[in-house]
């Protein structure tokens, strides 16, 4: 993947926009899976032009763990989206790869995991599984057995052949981090996957995500409204706040790569914990 | 409170559906009854029997329910199914062009709404005038399409189905538009990020999502469509049909035969719309996530 991205990709970029034509500064070929320079989304609403982001920059480099935090109309979800080209900046420059957000995009280099499950419910587990592969033309076969592999990675063997209403809220998320997974993305953007769960299975499905994290050597990119959720998976958990949406504060997680629940009884961990909370007290201030 | 609910946990469903349906059938009867008894002249020489005397009225103006039961089952089973007094030939005549209308309702239903669902131009410009359409009585647009068709040198079946499809289309179109959208944003989005095209969203997506929607505009649309034979039948001066036979029932005052006519007309939407039902269960797994 680094030996296509400088010389090759330059042509096709003049193409495609006036974003391409600022200094290349930040596209620079380093490691960063993910960058984003000086990015402002807004659009006009019933009170005037609404700042969903403005001036946001941050840079992730692979392997790392990024959470999003913040007050509800921080524009977490919109900065993820911009980055899976869901959504486009009004101003500012993304690169995912070296790339566009658009290329990686039709390079299938993300997987995406929504709020809600968004599994289909005329297709098993294993089917829903199996859709992305379908999309990029994989033999029944390859699919058969990618699909098998990214449940199994999920621990849902025994639920392949189920349908969505026969799952549990919880087993119904993994079915779909199984799905992202399929396509063997290195980097996972993440909305608020655990949000509607309980606690208990959030823990576990945290614990899942991190081992998952570590032994594909994944980027992950995560949104969430929780601080121990954040501190427990992150590398780095972003603190943004509102009004306009933006980054107030970046707070690394020292934490060794192999985490266990007991990690959260830890005074570093707590230390932590409480550093987030101030950032975002003062983001929740602003509201 | 108990025995109610010994009721609802001992009875299996279909079983109370059964008895429900009974029980609205009977109070019509009753009314029904009621309603033959008056509406009726004794007749000049009565039969002895223990029914009411005018419920056998030669040439009742309201039949009663025993005349129109024995009336239809002579009419279905009176006769071998091939003469043109059996109302099984009849019906079967109209079933005929009912069932062509039905599948071209269905082509042109998902069609238009395929298009409708795809283009924002077509959604503005179309549909008002498919509402419109059924604004118009088909009973005004049947001979128009006689004639036209006629012109073109197409008569018998062709006719008689286009205006029944001209009736069918609509719910299957209707349906459709709602079931072509039904899919949820996150799961389109979904798709987006495989970069998928138009149309594996289409084949993978939109059109299993709308199969819940498909069945009951098809069963609405299958009992518009023996509504739309049956006119038909009536301006293109069909021998044979249950159109052409209520005609004759209506000319000669015949109400007895168009009672019964009218029974193996509801008999028979009744039964396509149930093929339909045994078809949609047969689909197995569909079943929406709660």
């Known amino acids: 993947m680094q030996t296509i991205s400088p010389a090759p990709n330059s042509a096709p970029k003049h193409v495609n926009a006036v974003i391409e034509s600022r200094p290349a500064s930040t596209a620079a070929p380093h490691s960063s899976v993910v960058s984003v320079n000086g990015v402002a989304v807004s659009y006009p609403s019933a009170h005037g032009i609404f700042q969903a982001l403005s001036n946001v920059s941050l840079d992730v480099a692979r392997g790392e763990f990024i959470s999003l935090i913040g007050p509800s109309g921080c524009g977490k979800t919109t900065l993820l989206r911009l980055i899976a080209d869901l959504a486009q900046p009004t101003s500012g420059e993304l690169r995912v790869n070296g790339g566009t957000p658009n290329q990686a995009r039709t390079d299938r280099s993300y997987g995406y995991v929504f709020q809600s499950p968004a599994l289909y419910p005329w297709r098993t587990a294993i089917s829903n599984v199996m859709l992305p592969l379908e999309i990029i033309g994989l033999s029944p076969t390859e699919r058969q057995q990618r699909a098998a592999g990214a449940l199994a990675a999920v621990g849902l063997t025994e639920a392949a052949g189920r349908y969505p209403w026969q799952l549990s809220g919880g087993m119904q998320q993994r079915v779909s981090i199984a799905r992202a997974l399929s396509l063997q993305p290195d980097l996972l953007l993440m909305d608020e996957p655990f949000g509607a769960l309980d606690e208990i299975t959030r823990d576990k499905l945290n614990l899942h995500l991190t081992d998952l994290w570590r032994e594909r050597n994944l980027t992950v990119i995560f949104v969430t409204h929780s601080i121990p959720e954040a501190v427990f998976l992150s590398t780095r958990v972003v603190a943004m706040s509102a009004n306009p949406g933006r980054i107030s504060r970046v707070i690394e997680c020292p934490f060794p790569q192999r985490r266990t629940l007991d990690l959260r009884n830890t005074k570093q961990f707590l230390d932590v914990s409480q550093e987030v909370r101030d950032a975002l007290s003062d983001a929740y201030a602003d509201e | ?290």
């Open chain 2, 1 to 290: 409170m108990n025995n109610v609910m010994t009721f609802r946990h001992t009875v299996p469903g279909w079983l109370r559906q059964a008895a429900s349906i009974a029980v609205i059938l009977c109070i019509v009867l009753a009314i029904w009854s009621v309603a033959a008894t008056l509406a009726n002249p004794a007749p000049s020489d009565p039969e002895p029997g223990w029914l009411p005397a005018n419920w056998w009225n030669d040439r009742p103006i309201l039949p009663s329910p025993p005349q129109v039961a024995v009336a239809t089952w002579n009419g279905l089973f009176g006769y071998p199914v091939s003469s043109p007094r059996s109302l099984i030939f009849h019906a079967g005549v109209t079933l005929e062009a009912a069932l062509a209308g039905f599948a071209l309702a269905t082509i042109i239903g998902i069609a238009l709404a395929t298009a409708i669902v795809h283009s924002r131009l077509l959604d503005k410009g179309l549909l008002p005038w498919v509402i419109v359409s059924q604004s118009i009585p088909v009973l005004a647009t049947a001979p128009m399409i006689v004639v036209v068709l006629g012109n073109a040198g197409f008569t018998g079946l062709l006719p008689k189905a286009v205006i029944s499809a001209s009736l069918a289309f609509f719910p299957v179109t209707i349906g459709m538009c709602k079931g072509l959208r039904a899919a949820g944003s996150a799961q389109i989005e979904l798709l987006h990020t495989y970069n998928a095209s138009g149309s594996q969203i289409f084949r993978k997506l939109r059109w299993p999502a709308a199969i819940p929607y498909l069945f009951p505009a098809l069963k609405v649309a299958m009992a518009l469509a023996i509504t739309g034979a049956i006119v038909g039948e009536l301006p293109t001066g069909a021998q044979a049909g249950l159109g052409a036979r209520l005609l004759i029932a209506s000319y000669n005052g015949l109400m007895l035969l168009m009672w019964a006519t009218l029974v193996v007309a509801s008999l028979t939407a009744g039964l396509s719309v149930g093929v339909l039902t045994l078809i949609e269960r047969a689909l197995p797994r569909f079943r929406a996530s709660q």
